[in-house]
């Protein structure tokens, strides 16, 4: 199974809006409502942010959204700030019964 | 409050073996699946491999196929992973992830442990 494509990097200043896109195929993100998006911080563990395509866990802020269209699914963040730069991965559930990451995106708050 | 422990990380020589452990604590462990995510140095997440609640159904990543074995002792909310034949590429962090559906392998991670270093070299 490939990696779901994600751009290498994305930056924003704060108060500003970013996506981060997710590239799949219809076996994977096109086909499944089951994709989830990891902010990680640099030595730490991953955060899940947002499942099911649109879900938030409690305790994650609303400026943190997803969606899907096709075989691509986004993360926005609006309102950034500075504690929101991290590493951004999606994963989403495939045909092979199996998971399979993006290759993640490193958010610069500017 | 979900606690996920990692040990047994270190360095082995290739061709080598080495079990992993996770010890996790504050849910009902035998109600959820579990998984192992592994991170090489600088690099993305990869999926290694998954264990249902009950253990009766595993899965793994093609990249460690015959290689790998997930096993889970629910009587000691323990989750393993035994590593054979290990190979430089499988230098990695290897996390351990609970599932956040009850009773389904369902590859969603709602809780993460802090992770194990392997390094496998000569």
């Known amino acids: 199974q490939s990696a779901l494509t994600q751009p290498p990097s994305v930056s924003g200043s704060p108060g500003q809006s970013v996506t981060i896109s997710c590239t799949g195929t219809?076996?994977?993100?096109?086909?499944?409502?089951?994709v989830s998006w990891y902010q990680q911080s640099p030595g730490t563990a991953p955060k899940l942010m947002i499942y099911?395509?649109?879900n938030r866990p409690s305790g994650v802020p609303d400026r943190f959204s997803g969606s899907k269209s096709g075989n691509t699914a986004s993360l926005t963040i609006s309102g950034l700030q500075a504690e929101d730069e991290a590493d951004y991965y999606c994963?989403?559930?495939?045909?092979?019964?199996?998971?399979?990451f993006g290759g993640g995106t490193k958010l610069t708050v500017l | 409050e979900v606690q996920l422990l990692e040990s047994g990380g270190g360095l082995v020589k290739p061709r080598g073996s080495l079990r992993l452990s996770c010890a996790a604590s504050?849910?009902?462990?035998?109600?959820?699946?579990m998984s192992w995510v592994r991170q090489a140095p600088g690099k993305g997440l990869e999926w290694v491999s998954g264990?249902?609640?009950?253990?009766?159904?595993?899965y793994y990543a093609d990249s460690v196929k015959g290689r790998f074995t997930i096993s889970r002792d629910n009587s000691k909310n323990t989750l393993y992973l035994q590593m054979n034949s290990l190979r430089a590429e499988d230098t990695a962090v290897y996390y351990c992830?609970?599932?956040?559906?009850?009773?389904?392998?369902?590859?969603?991670?709602?809780?993460w442990g802090q992770g194990t270093l392997i390094t496998v070299s000569s």
């Open positions: 992830a609970k599932d956040d559906i009850v009773l389904m392998a369902y590859f969603t991670f709602d809780s």
């Open positions: 994963s989403s559930y495939t045909s092979s019964s199996t998971p399979v």
């Open positions: 099911e395509v649109t």
């Open positions: 504050g849910f009902t462990f035998s109600n959820y699946a």
């Open positions: 219809s076996s994977d993100v096109g086909h499944f409502n089951r």
């Open positions: 264990i249902s609640a009950s253990g009766g159904t595993t």
